[in-house]
Structure formats: C-alpha cells, structure tokens
C-alpha cells in the first residue's frame, strides 16, 4: 500500500514537470518582449504603406497573442488581404478579431465588413452580422448602413421566397423605411446608388416622394439621365426642382429656366428647400456672363412661397447699396423667423452704422444679441456696439462691451480690435518677440499601458482616429503625417465648435495656428522689415501651409504668389529662378515677403492697406481710400466693397492676433 502511493506520487511528479516543461517551451515559443513586438509591428506597418501587403500580412502575424497589440494586428491583416484581392482571408481575419477580442473598439467595424463580404453569398450570417451592428455604439452613420443592408437582405428573401405574393403596404413599410432613412441622411453617401438599386427593385411602384429621394441621390451622383427618368412619372409639384437642375448639367438651358420660374410661381412649398435653392443657383448660372440681377429681380417677383427668402437674400446683397437697407429690411419683416433673418437684421446694422445712424444702430445691437445669442456673429455686433458707445462718451458701456469680447471670443478678429482700442494700441501691428512652441500632442500624455500610447509607440495613426474620437488627436495625426493644411483645418474646426475656449497656453491652440516654416518666415520678414506674425498669418489664410498648393487663377505655394508678380518682384531684385521653384518654400517665402514689403510701402506703411492690397490689388485699396468715408481704420475695413477682400483683411488679422496672442515672448 505504502509503495503503491509511492508509484503514484512519482508518476504525479513526472507528469507535473512533463506539464511545466511543455508549458515552459510553449511559453518561450509565444513570449514575445514588447520592444520585439514594437520591431514586428513598425516593419509591418511600413511594408503595408509601401505596399507590399503579401510581407506585411505575415509580419503582423507574427504579433504576439499576448500584446495589445494583437487585435490592431489582425485588424491589419484584413487590410492586407483587402488590399491583395483575398476576401476568404479578409474575412477570416475579421472574424477572429470581434470573435477573440470583441470588446474591442474595432471589432465592431470589423463585423460590419464582414457583413459586407458575406451579404450576397451568406445573406443569413450577413443578418446576424448587421443586427449586431445596428445595436452597437459604432456611429450613426454605420447603424444606419447596417438598417440599409438588413433591409436589403429582407427585401430580396420576400421577394426569392415569395414572388407571386403581393405584399402590403404595411409589412414592406419597415423595410422600406430603412431605404428611406438612408438616402434622407446622406444623399450622397456612398452606399446612395446601391440604396436606389435595391428599393426600385423591392418596389417598383414607391410613393413619388420616395422617387424623388432616389432621384436627388442619382443627381448628386451625377447621373443625370438616372435622375430624369425616375421622375418622369413624378408630378411636377414634387419634382420641378430636381428636373431643373437636371436640364442644366445636361445643358439643356432653356427647359431648366422654364421650369424654374414655373416652380417658384406655382409650386414653391411642395419640394426641399435644399434642391429648391439648387435649381435657383443654377438658373443664374445661366446668366453668370451676364449681370444677374436683371434676372434675379424678375425670378424674385413672380416667387411666392416660404422658400422665397431664399431668393430675397440673394437680391439684397446684389442691390445697389442705396437700396440694401429697404431690402432687408422687407426681408426681414416678411420672414422674421427665417433662415435669412439673422443675416437681414445682421445687414441693417451694419448700414446703419455706415449710415452714422448710431441710435437706430444702437437699438438693433440690442435686438440681435437678444434674437440671436449663439450667433457666430455676437462678437461684431458687441464690437459695434461697443464703438458706438465709444461715440457717446459711456465709457463704462464700451469698456463692458469690449472686455466681454475678450473674455468670451478671445480668438476672435474682434477681440484683436478690442484689445487694441482698451490698450490704445493705433497701429495695425506691434513688433513682439515670438517663442518658437512646436506641435505636440494635444494633451496630457497616456501612460504606457494606454491603447492609445501603444499605438502612439508604433505610430499607427490611423487606427489612432478609429479607437479614440477626438478631432485635436486626428489633426495631431494628420500634422505627425506631414499633412499641415488638414491638420490645421481639422483643429480649427474644432475649436470653433467649442462653447468655452481654452486659455492660450493650452496645446491645442498650436495645432489651430502651427508655426510651420517659421524659421524661414522669420528670416525673410526680419530682413524686409515686416511683421513675423503677420507674415505667418498671411502664409495660414492663404494657403493652409500647404507648399503644393495652386489656386484656380494660378497662384502658387505657401504664399500664393502669381507667376507674373513673383517674377517681376524677382526681377527687381536680380533674383532668378523658373515659376516651378515658385512651390519650394525657402524661395515663396522669400519672393513673398518681398512682395508684401513693396506693396506696404506704396501705401504709406500702413499694414492693413498692405493686408487689403495682397488680395484685391493695390489699384483697388488706393481707389477705396480716396473715395470712401471713414473716421478709423475699423470703418475703412467694413466699408471694403469687394467682400472677399473684407473677409481676407478679417481672417489674416485673426491669425495675426492670435499668433502675437499665442506666441509672445512673456
């Protein structure tokens, strides 16, 4: 008996260190240390953006199952297979990640490829694939593709299982419900054609204001024969607009302007707003060689309707400027409540400030801050109204104007003005020492154990922007990809969305106004003597940062110089070079601030002439100069005629402000 435990305590011995040697050597097989992992992971990456996705889809293989890194991997290796035609491999790929990691925040994208890779040979997986999706917390505009796709798979099951049978209105209603909020949502997304496909095939026999959703999305697809023929039977109450703008891409004139006027007579309610005022900007493209307002008054008279506000604010702003302020002043008695009111009282303002109608002013300040206190427009009516209690001597009044500008719309051109006046600041610009601060991630940096840190460490930016929605870490992404001007647009956006801004210190004002080139920009505008953030400023407005950019007219790079000035600027100063090396930045730059040197000193010196003329030419801002009646340089600028030169002097003055504001040396 006692030898018998023996034996038995031996063989459990044996097997216990069989078991810990096969465990040793599996373990010593899978353990991977993390800076191999890291090693793995980045050659990986970087054989998949050369693309070389037959290697890159071995090495993310080799991941280890016990990284983090693994289910980013498999991710990975879908896209490779993708990318390599294999879809049996794609969607292996896909399944092993939502079905071994799924609470990963990939994985329910991952099961709505899958779906979409299996939804015509496996219509049953499919289903079950998009349900799940259709619960989840991916994004609304995934849910609502994935209501498409079951839809779509119940629509062809009833019409395989049941050919003959007709089917009521009642139990198809579902179904085509989720066609219909599809192409409500996004007319022009990318499954819209496909949506069309299948809901005229599952009903042939739609409502017409169903024909009319397949109709625009054909339109914004720019099939425009597809568009015509779907409403053919469509009654023209419905469908007058789509057909218009129709006729004019298939310049057909003549039938879009007849169908037009008839529309805005006779059927002005019954379409959507949005394709109403399509098929009107499309009638005046018509007469674009011509001066539109000779048939825009004539459209404008024989309008009715709710829409015909639209048309209001379009002749307003086209009117002689004695005759604005009656306009808008019909427009906004007429449609107080609508979409062009805001803009109506915004204008009746602004002439009667022109006007030197201070009390009249005064009193509309107070409307529009009182009708429209979230308007992006709050700070200009407090900035004027601050001005005119500055006419009348309340002091308190202006200051209190002034100071909330600041404190509430510190970034804004306004707010640059206001600081000015409360500082007593007359020149346009000061000279301030600016601290180079590069572009860092946007906020305080995740611990090593953060998905997002390990994704950081082998540099996966985009699927960084998948895992963490945050618009400041997408544009810190697209500034480490080297795409400024995306980045930079990203993170302005961005910042305007948010109600409360952050103080100035805060890192994500350096993604909004990046000093990219600024070495350079320093340099040149030390050595012509003009304003460093100015020029920064300038380079933001006009081109983003982006060096490659060329615009419409033909003006090129960083500064947007045109090739003819740029040569003629080089000439004088025995520069020589080829209008290609135009995108080189060193040279813009150069070319640039010699350029905006020479115009600021034929205007006196004064930047903001300088700042107007680099837009609409120095002949034009020498004209408004000698023909307008202002009192300051805050009256010159909002009596500009050309409006995109107003805008341009507004925008370049706010990066300005906000570099100095950023930047300055404390």
Request: aromatic share 14%; net charge positive; hydrophobic share 35%.
């Amino acid at each position: 008996m006692y030898l018998f435990k023996n034996h038995d305590k031996n063989v459990l011995k044996i097997l216990i260190f069989i078991i810990c040697l096969i465990a040793g050597f599996y373990f010593a097989k899978v353990y991977q240390p993390q800076s191999k992992t890291v090693r793995i992971y980045k050659q990986a990456l970087k054989d998949y953006d050369n693309g070389n996705y037959s290697n890159s889809y071995y090495l993310f293989s080799r991941v280890s199952n016990m990284s983090n890194l693994k289910p980013f991997a498999i991710y990975r290796q879908a896209m490779c297979a993708k990318a390599l035609g294999d879809k049996t491999s794609e969607l292996k790929r896909y399944q092993e990640l939502f079905k071994t990691y799924p609470k990963n925040k990939l994985s329910p994208e991952a099961k709505y490829l899958a779906g979409q890779l299996v939804v015509d040979d496996n219509p049953s997986l499919a289903l079950k694939y998009f349900n799940s999706v259709s619960k989840s917390n991916l994004g609304e505009d995934y849910q609502i593709a994935a209501d498409y796709y079951i839809a779509r798979i119940a629509a062809s099951k009833m019409r395989y299982t049941n050919r003959n049978k007709i089917f009521s209105r009642k139990k198809t209603a579902k179904l085509e419900e989720a066609f219909r909020a599809y192409l409500e949502k996004y007319p022009s997304g990318r499954l819209a054609v496909n949506v069309c496909s299948h809901w005229k095939k599952f009903n042939p026999n739609m409502k017409p204001e169903d024909k009319v959703l397949i109709a625009r999305a054909y339109h914004l697809a720019g099939m425009y024969n597809e568009s015509e023929q779907i409403l053919k039977d469509v009654k023209l109450e419905l469908s007058w607009a789509l057909m218009a703008v129709n006729a004019y891409e298939t310049h057909n004139y003549s039938q879009a302007k007849n169908l037009t006027e008839q529309g805005v007579s006779t059927y002005p309610d019954s379409v959507n707003p949005n394709d109403y005022n399509r098929a009107v900007d499309k009638y005046l493209d018509i007469f674009k060689s011509d001066s539109q307002l000779n048939y825009l008054i004539p459209l404008f008279a024989m309008a009715k309707g709710k829409h015909k506000d639209y048309i209001w604010n379009l002749k307003c702003a086209k009117v002689l400027n004695s005759e604005k302020l009656a306009c808008y002043n019909d427009l906004f008695t007429n449609f107080p409540d609508g979409k062009y009111a805001q803009n109506a009282l915004l204008q009746i303002f602004v002439i009667n400030i022109k006007n030197k109608n201070y009390a009249k002013a005064r009193e509309l300040a107070a409307d529009f801050l009182n009708k429209y206190p979230k308007s992006e427009n709050i700070p200009m009516v407090m900035f004027w109204a601050g001005k005119i209690e500055q006419k009348y001597h309340n002091t308190s009044a202006m200051v209190s104007y002034f100071q909330n500008i600041i404190n509430m719309y510190p970034d804004s051109y306004y707010a640059y003005r206001a600081y000015w006046i409360l500082k007593g600041v007359k020149s346009a610009v000061i000279n301030a020492d600016l601290d180079y601060k590069p572009v860092v991630y946007p906020y305080k940096y995740p611990n090593d154990k953060d998905i997002l840190s390990i994704l950081m460490s082998v540099k996966d930016y985009d699927l960084i922007t998948k895992v963490i929605e945050d618009e400041f870490i997408a544009s810190w992404i697209e500034y480490q990809k080297g795409n400024y001007a995306s980045s930079m647009i990203i993170a302005r956006d961005a910042m305007d969305k948010l109600e409360v801004k952050p103080v100035k210190t805060d890192l994500r004002w350096r993604l909004v106004y990046p000093q990219n080139y600024y070495k350079q920009v320093k340099r040149f505008a030390d050595v012509y003597k003009n304003n460093d953030a100015l020029m920064m400023a300038i380079i933001r407005e006009e081109s983003s940062f982006n060096s490659e950019a060329q615009s419409g007219v033909g003006a090129i790079g960083l500064m947007q110089l045109m090739p003819t000035t740029a040569h003629d600027i080089g000439s004088k100063y025995s520069i020589d070079f080829n209008t290609s090396y135009l995108f080189n930045p060193e040279l813009n730059i150069k070319l640039g601030n010699l350029y905006y040197s020479t115009i600021r000193g034929m205007l006196d010196n004064k930047d903001c002439s300088a700042i107007a003329a680099y837009n609409g030419g120095i002949g034009s801002v020498t004209r408004w100069k000698s023909t307008l009646q202002y009192n300051d340089t805050d009256e010159f600028i909002e009596q500009i005629p050309y409006d995109e030169t107003r805008n341009y002097v507004v925008k370049v003055f706010r990066s300005y402000w906000n570099y100095t504001r950023i930047y300055q040396k404390q």
